[in-house]
Structures are given as C-alpha cells and as structure tokens.
C-alpha cells in the first residue's frame, strides 16, 4: 500500500533532495535551478523593498471599527504575502521551465523504474510546445478558482477571515497540481484524469502542496524547492503506479 498519510509529503521531498543529486539526474537539474535563481533572486528583492507598503495596504482594507484585529491579522498577512509570492514566482518560473521539468520527470522515473529502459524524449521545439500547452490548462483552471478567493476578500468579517485560510488551501492544492503533473503528462494522461487521480491521495497532496509552498517562501531553500519537487512528485507516481500492480 502507498502511504498516503499527510507526513509521507516531507519524507518524499527528502526523497526528491536525495534524487536530484544523482549521476544522469543532476545534468536535468541545472537548468530549472538556474531559472529558479535569477527568478526568485530578483522577485523577493523586489518584495522586500515594497513589503511594508503592501502590508499596510492589506490592513488598511479593514474598516476603523476592525482596527483593533489589526494585531491578529497581522501574522496572517505576513505568511500570506509570503506565500502567495511564492507561489506566484513558482508559476512564472515553472512556465519557464517547463519544458526541461518534463524531461527532468522522465529521467527520474528512468532512474526509479529501470537504468536500462531508455526515456523516449520529444524534441525541444516539440517539448516547449506540449509544455506550454500544458501550463496553459493549469492556468485556465487556477484563474476562475482565484478569482473568487479575491472576490471573498471584499465581503466584510466572514470574507476577510476566511478567504486566507481558502486561499492557502487552494493554493497548496494548485503545487500539487503543478509538480505531480509532470509525470502525467510525459505518460499523456489527459488533465482531468490527472486531477481525479490526485484527489485518490488528496491529504497527502495537499502537504506536499503545502510544504512546496512553504519552502517556496524560505529564503535560499526557495531557489532548489522546483528540482526538489518534481523528483518528489515523480517519486510518488511511481509509487501509486506500482500499488495499482
């Protein structure tokens, strides 16, 4: 049986820490790192020179009357901000990459499943396509659902406290989908199969999401958090497909 308990989530990034090291793997992973670098580099240091305004543009939203939970959203907003910029800088960065992740995927199930089965490889210009193509359904999926995590922001009391804790949910939801579809994809399962097979293991996804989003918030642990990712969530396919045996 796979474990599908919440904690097997960080015993499978460690697993992706570990595979990402390895001869044949390694020369996969330095593309998607270099793009991780530069992208998150910049992107945080733009952050942190404009993060008290957006703090105090967050809690200017609350009406004078709320200002004394000022204090208590304060730490909510701070772990929200974190974390929807990177998620946010995750997403750009992964349609970036895109491409090399799938093969990055490929050469990791190669390794976990047989060194001598040869990975069938598209063409770059086939890749960067497939790739993009791909991307494009998460976002079509990511944006309607985003939109009404904003919208609850706007509805006084009720809205305002819970549309962050949605939103983290959501937005752990949306890494899952976004690592663990690598290898679906390189095995051509169509979209929506792949979001049915992942809610299977919803608990377990969702810390994986959820532990993606906070490394992806952590400074320096950020720039290696996509390799890391797609060896963990190419991991677990291999898992649940050898359960299914």
């Excluded at 490394?215 to 969530?233: D, H, K, R, T, Y």
């Amino acid at each position: 049986m796979v474990n599908i308990k919440p904690l097997s989530a960080l015993g499978y990034m460690l697993r992706g820490l570990h595979l990402m090291t390895q001869p044949g793997i390694r020369r996969y992973v330095w593309f998607p790192l270099l793009i991780n670098i530069l992208f998150f580099s910049f992107g945080f240091y733009l952050l942190f020179q404009r993060f008290d305004i957006a703090m105090h543009t967050l809690t200017g939203w609350l009406p004078d009357w709320l200002d004394w939970l000022i204090f208590l959203l304060w730490p909510i907003a701070v772990l929200l901000i974190l974390v929807s910029s990177g998620f946010i800088f995750g997403m750009v960065t992964n349609w970036l990459s895109a491409p090399f992740n799938g093969m990055l995927a490929a050469r990791v199930e190669q390794y976990l499943v047989s060194d001598l089965h040869k990975v069938d490889e598209r063409p770059l210009w086939q890749e960067v396509h497939h790739a993009f193509r791909r991307e494009w359904l998460k976002l079509k999926y990511w944006l309607p659902r985003t939109l009404l995590c904003l919208i609850l922001f706007f509805i006084p009391v009720i809205g305002q406290f819970a549309a962050p804790w949605i939103w983290l949910l959501f937005s752990a939801w949306m890494m899952a989908i976004q690592y663990c579809d690598y290898p679906y994809d390189n095995h051509q399962i169509p979209f929506p199969d792949m979001r049915r097979q992942l809610a299977r293991y919803r608990w377990r996804n969702l810390s994986f999401g959820g532990l993606v989003m906070f490394l992806g918030s952590v400074p320096v642990l950020n720039l290696f958090v996509m390799p890391m990712a797609i060896c963990a969530s190419t991991a677990m396919w291999v898992d649940d497909q050898q359960a299914k045996n």
